[in-house]
């Protein structure tokens, strides 16, 4: 069995991804509190639900860079 190794750049790339899924989540968080004229406070006091939003695009983005992959691998055949 083939032993899999994680190197140090691919983890620092991932972790830069979710880090700008945190950043867009944060800015619709700010981009709603501006709409809807809401207290400021819900910046900090909702950061679950920016911490979870910001997993969901990191997931989808994962999808769509897995197919792109894909379709990458299949073109080269």
Do not use: D
């Not at 691919?10 to 950043?23: M, S």
């Not at 207290?39 to 695009?57: P, R, T």
Request: glycine share 2%; net charge positive.
């Amino acid at each position: 069995m083939k032993n899999i190794i994680i190197t140090p750049k691919h983890i620092k790339r991932e972790l830069l991804i979710w880090l700008f899924c945190l950043v867009v989540a944060i800015a619709f968080n700010i981009y709603a509190i501006i709409i809807y004229q809401t207290s400021w406070s819900e910046l900090y006091s909702q950061v679950g639900y920016i911490i979870a939003l910001s997993v969901f695009f990191y997931a989808v983005l994962w999808l769509f860079r897995g197919l792109f992959r894909l379709v990458k691998y299949f073109r080269k055949r």
